[in-house]
């Protein structure tokens, strides 16, 4: 390995180090497009751009090392049937990371960043805050990939993938529902202000661990076929589970809460196709599993009481609850989420402004949502639509380039009206929630800018 690479290497490794411990907790990001392939990143972009989507890049003919600096904004607004309308919003920083270093017809690289996240908060009393009144999820990778070219028409890719995941969220809870669950015939009644309990999970996180493969099949100037795959990741998130039953009781319970969730599997596929001069019309599909997450296991366990007030205590045994008759009660009330696979198919037409100086490129792409109306609602929401996305690359210098992107949704608003959440529905089915009818909008716009460093070129 020579001088150059070598500090690239150090480079790019003190850079994910600095970056690591940075938040990105993107706030509405949707499921089937992460903020972090927006832009200059996705499965069809050459060494640095596109390792994080396909590891067949890090086979790249230069060292390159990048950094992207992103941002999504987002506002919500939520009006429930025969409620008033709720608004809420914010901006979230989804950095990015990577580097390659070739090594004759093989290629290294390390990357970082946030495929998946999400992030809100609402005020508490909202028509909303069953649902929801704040909480953050989020799982930032850091991957090593290794890759391949046997010969000039094929590069073949492999990465591990480790997935950092963390959660966090505060809602309101209708104990009443819950005591029903245990005592039909105990005298409290459904949605009554003095059985509006809160539900708060702290400090939840895990580490996981994945694969992703990758090729690019076909000569340079010619068609080119782009194919990834990733495979799901488990992840136990474990932490702590705090519980007011009722704002008017001196009563709360505390516990462990382990939720299991399973990232997805995703397949996508690109092709570059040349369309005239200096051009390149790239479309591309993908497949992300978020079926794999639709019942995700929320498992409570030592649930106790943290009150010296036994005069509280006995207020719920005389209604016939006990505190470890929450335990599962809780634990199954968080554990559906109906999620469905999402699909994802545009294209995005390159051009090439003046050669190894300048590119620009737009796109398109059309994603249908990973949340069915069934079980939507302001704490998981999720959009589909259409995306329209703007990139530029421009190298000053044949070592160091900046680029810049932006992207923003179209016709992000859903109107439910077969929401299958109810109080009347048992804890057991994970659905015991008021319902999500209503009309909900999201406005969502993504900013980028991206520099490039090639130490020789």
Request: negative net charge.
């Amino acid at each position: 390995m020579g001088r150059q690479q070598v500090w690239v290497l150090l480079l790019s490794t003190a850079m994910i180090a600095l970056l690591a411990s940075l938040a990105a907790a993107q706030t509405m990001a949707g499921f089937a497009v992460p903020g972090a392939h927006g832009g200059l990143g996705g499965v069809a972009e050459p060494g640095a751009m596109g390792i994080s989507a396909n590891p067949a890049a890090a086979a790249w003919w230069a060292p390159e090392v990048l950094v992207d600096a992103g941002a999504i904004l987002a506002s919500t607004r939520i009006e429930l049937d025969g409620e008033p309308q709720v608004l809420t919003g914010g901006a979230s920083a989804v950095p990015r990371m990577s580097a390659v270093v070739p090594l004759g017809d093989i290629g290294l690289g390390a990357s970082r960043g946030a495929p998946f996240g999400r992030g809100g908060s609402i005020d508490s009393d909202s028509p909303a805050r069953f649902h929801l009144v704040s909480g953050a999820f989020r799982v930032i990778e850091g991957n090593l990939e290794a890759a391949w070219r046997p010969s000039p028409s094929w590069t073949v890719g492999a990465a591990l993938r480790v997935g950092s995941g963390s959660l966090q969220s505060t809602k309101r809870v209708d104990t009443a529902s819950m005591i029903l669950d245990a005592n039909p015939v105990a005298p409290v009644t459904r949605g009554a202000e003095f059985w509006q309990g809160e539900q708060r999970l702290r400090g939840l996180s895990a580490i996981g661990a994945g694969l992703a493969i990758g090729v690019i099949a076909g000569v340079e100037d010619g068609v080119r076929l782009h194919l990834s795959a990733r495979s799901p990741m488990s992840l136990a998130l474990k932490g702590a589970l705090q519980f007011t039953p009722s704002p008017e009781l001196p009563i709360e319970l505390d516990g462990d809460v382990t939720a299991n969730l399973t990232m997805p599997a995703e397949l996508w596929l690109a092709v570059d196709a040349p369309a005239g001069e200096g051009m390149v019309l790239v479309p591309e599909v993908r497949w992300v599993g978020w079926r794999s997450a639709r019942d995700a296991p929320v498992d409570v366990a030592d649930l106790h009481a943290d009150s010296d007030n036994p005069v509280a205590m006995i207020a719920l045994t005389q209604l016939g609850v006990t505190e470890t008759d929450f335990a599962p009660m809780l634990g199954d009330s968080n554990s559906h989420t109906g999620m469905v696979d999402a699909w994802v198919i545009g294209a995005t037409l390159r051009r090439s402004l003046k050669p190894d100086v300048l590119e620009v490129q737009g796109g398109a792409v059309w994603a249908t949502t990973a949340i069915p109306d069934a079980t939507a609602n302001a704490g998981n929401l999720d959009f589909g639509g259409l995306n329209i996305k703007a990139a530029g690359l421009w190298w000053p210098v044949p070592q160091l380039g900046f680029g810049a992107a932006g992207d923003v949704w179209l016709g992000t608003r859903r109107t439910i009206t077969s929401s299958e959440l109810s109080l009347e529905n048992a804890s057991s089915t994970g659905r015991q929630l008021p319902s999500g009818n209503g009309v909900y909008g999201t406005t969502v716009a993504r900013a980028g800018l991206t520099v490039v460093v090639r130490p020789v070129r």
